[in-house]
């Protein structure tokens, strides 16, 4: 199921072709993106989406059409959705550079797509995981702000094989660290950490992506009286901790059950908690 908006707000058909051949974001991965989790309907965490991709599009240099826009389509393709018979979209909004040699407007839309059946089974049976070295300092993203670190480009073609790397190895997902031993984040995902009655999370200066749904996570659980941590910590503390999830807008709260092979802690009634006060910022 697919359903394509433009920013003007009007619907297009999703088979047909948008791009011209010469896009920059085709050709050269230039351009950033949100994904967004809708449910009956609500967006969340739109407002905070928006802002990471206007982040994004400044580190970029890149004009971005106004949050109006994006809203409008947003809100098209939330209309349009079959909610009697799917009740979660995955809204994807996409902005590209433009085309090569053009007078630089950027290219924008909105699209709204299935939940799939993998994403459902990692969030209800949890994850294996794999360690893989990102290839970096975790200082290196105020030294070279051109690489981007911290931004969610389109250029995703190395946290892809990634994932196939960890799919050769026997595992769902990974966890990427920095050449210092910190733990950086996952290809697609926050990593998030309990260590009793605290959660941790790796900072954005050590050149990872703000996490939307960490963020509410840490909401809920600071008015639930947990204390919450934005600090580096080594890949060891991944096997001292009481939890390990990794946090995205699709697959929510995603268990760890093991790393490179180890079994870690994996208590089912601290996760059905942790997964608790995340949701608990959507109930009416």
């Known amino acids: 199921m697919r359903v394509l908006a433009l920013l003007d707000g009007t619907l297009a058909d999703p088979e047909a072709p948008l791009f011209r051949a010469d896009d920059l974001g085709v050709m050269r991965g230039d351009g950033c993106f949100e994904t967004i989790l809708v449910v009956d309907r609500a967006p969340r965490e739109l407002g905070a989406h928006l802002e990471r991709m206007e982040r994004s599009a400044r580190l970029m240099q890149m004009p971005l059409p106004e949050r109006e826009a994006w809203e409008r389509a947003a809100q098209a393709v939330i209309d349009a959705w079959p909610w009697e018979s799917e009740t979660e979209m995955g809204l994807k909004l996409v902005c590209t550079r433009g085309v090569d040699g053009g007078d630089g407007t950027p290219h924008g839309f909105a699209m709204g797509m299935d939940v799939g059946p993998e994403t459902r089974r990692k969030r209800d049976s949890?994850?294996?995981?794999?360690?893989?070295?990102?290839?970096?300092?975790?200082?290196?993203?105020?030294?070279?702000?051109?690489?981007?670190?911290?931004?969610?480009?389109?250029?995703?073609?190395?946290?892809?094989?990634?994932?196939?790397?960890?799919?050769?190895?026997?595992?769902?997902?990974?966890?990427?660290?920095?050449?210092?031993?910190?733990?950086?984040?996952?290809?697609?995902?926050?990593?998030?950490?309990?260590?009793?009655?605290?959660?941790?999370?790796?900072?954005?200066?050590?050149?990872?992506?703000?996490?939307?749904?960490?963020?509410?996570?840490?909401?809920?659980?600071?008015?639930?009286?947990?204390?919450?941590?934005?600090?580096?910590?080594?890949?060891?503390?991944?096997?001292?901790?009481?939890?390990?999830?990794?946090?995205?807008s699709l697959r929510r709260i995603t268990q760890v059950r093991s790393i490179d092979g180890t079994s870690i802690k994996a208590d089912d009634a601290l996760h059905a908690e942790v997964v608790d006060l995340y949701e608990s910022n959507y109930r009416a």
């Not at 995902?189 to 749904?213: D, K």
């Not at 639930?224 to 600090?231: D, I, M, Q, S």
């Open 126 to 248: 949890g994850v294996e995981v794999v360690t893989l070295e990102r290839g970096y300092s975790s200082d290196l993203m105020e030294r070279a702000p051109w690489l981007l670190l911290s931004a969610k480009t389109l250029s995703y073609a190395v946290n892809m094989a990634a994932l196939r790397e960890a799919e050769s190895r026997g595992a769902d997902e990974v966890v990427f660290t920095a050449d210092d031993g910190v733990v950086l984040e996952g290809p697609t995902s926050t990593v998030v950490l309990a260590q009793g009655r605290t959660l941790l999370t790796t900072p954005p200066a050590a050149g990872v992506l703000q996490g939307t749904t960490q963020g509410a996570l840490f909401r809920a659980a600071e008015q639930a009286g947990w204390r919450t941590e934005v600090v580096n910590f080594p890949t060891s503390a991944l096997f001292d901790s009481d939890g390990v999830w990794l946090a995205s």
